[in-house]
């Protein structure tokens, strides 16, 4: 198993920035990718962006891209999401969510992130 703890969120103005962390431990050898994903009330669960394990490789939502960014750190088994330029909109529960080589998926308990107009 993987288990995933998110940290980093809080209350920003509109135009800050938060940089959210998730920390992987357990079976991280397993991992081939870990991703981010929020929800706002009253919203479904949406993807925000994904990084590849192994290369480094990461791909966004649009309603993110260039705003956005996931790096991951090999040694501190930890990705990071760096949020520029934050909207109201972007107000939600951030969570972590990684996938295993074997196509198992592990989520985190989830980090609110409110970003005030």
């Known amino acids: 198993q993987v288990q995933l703890v998110e940290s980093g969120g809080g209350t920003v103005q509109t135009g800050g920035s938060l940089r959210l962390s998730c920390a992987a431990s357990?079976?991280?050898?397993?991992?081939?990718?870990m991703g981010w994903f929020r929800q706002a009330p009253g919203k479904e669960r949406e993807f925000v962006g994904r990084?590849?394990?192994?290369?480094?490789?990461?791909i966004y939502a649009d309603s993110v891209k260039g705003r956005f960014t996931i790096s991951r750190d090999n040694v501190k088994n930890t990705v990071y999401l760096q949020m520029n330029s934050l909207k109201p909109e972007d107000t939600a529960v951030y969570t972590c969510?990684?996938?295993?080589?074997?196509?198992?998926?592990?989520w985190g308990q989830g980090t609110q992130v409110t970003v005030s107009s």
């Open positions: 969510q990684s996938t295993t080589m074997s196509g198992y998926d592990y």
């Open positions: 357990g079976r991280t050898g397993s991992i081939y990718g």
């Open positions: 990084i590849i394990w192994s290369s480094g490789s990461a």
